[in-house]
């Protein structure tokens, strides 16, 4: 390939050169650049879906140890006394459903405070608002569990 350099002596034409211009970027140049990128955006790839995949686990852990906490024996003996056909069962299934609560409160929280709007989150039964009630009559470990998950 050739191209025309002019020179310019205080703006006039002085003479014309031409120079050979040589083209250095090869297929194979061209090759590498490609497979460098791809491996680059690959990395970046693997590290987006290993941060995903760690704050799933993370999230899926904190959840499993809320459920697996449980009210003091004191909590749940008030509340049989006020459920007496209850079955451990449908306990742990209505433990689950509070601590859902809680997890739905913390999030409208922290959306009224980006937001500036306040969301109002709705008791989802009376079942499980009596054994929030009685978990709150137990103050001091009402407030450890949520110093601890909230």
Same mark, same amino acid.
């Given at each position: ?53 760690? #704050? ?10 809320? !459920?697996?906490?449980? /009210? *003091?024996? @004191? $909590? ?31 999030? #409208? ?10 969301? !109002?989150?709705?008791? /989802? *039964?009376? @079942? $499980? ?22």
């Amino acid at each position: 390939m050739t191209e025309k350099t002019v020179l310019v002596n205080e703006g006039v034409v002085t003479k014309s050169v031409d120079v050979a211009v040589q083209s250095n970027t090869t297929s194979s140049d061209v090759n590498f650049l490609i497979t460098l990128f791809v491996i680059i955006v690959s990395i970046a790839l693997i590290a987006v879906v290993c941060s995903w995949w760690e #704050s799933l686990q993370s999230a899926r852990k904190l959840k499993n140890e809320k !459920n697996a906490y449980r /009210p *003091s024996a @004191i $909590v749940e003996k008030k509340f049989r006394k006020k459920y007496p056909g209850i079955t451990m069962q449908e306990l742990e299934l209505v433990w689950s459903a509070l601590v859902s609560y809680f997890d739905a409160i913390a999030l #409208s929280h922290k959306q009224s405070q980006s937001s500036g709007v306040y969301i !109002n989150v709705g008791m /989802p *039964s009376l @079942i $499980v608002d009596d054994l929030w009630h009685e978990m709150i009559l137990d103050t001091k470990n009402y407030i450890a569990f949520c110093d601890k998950f909230y």
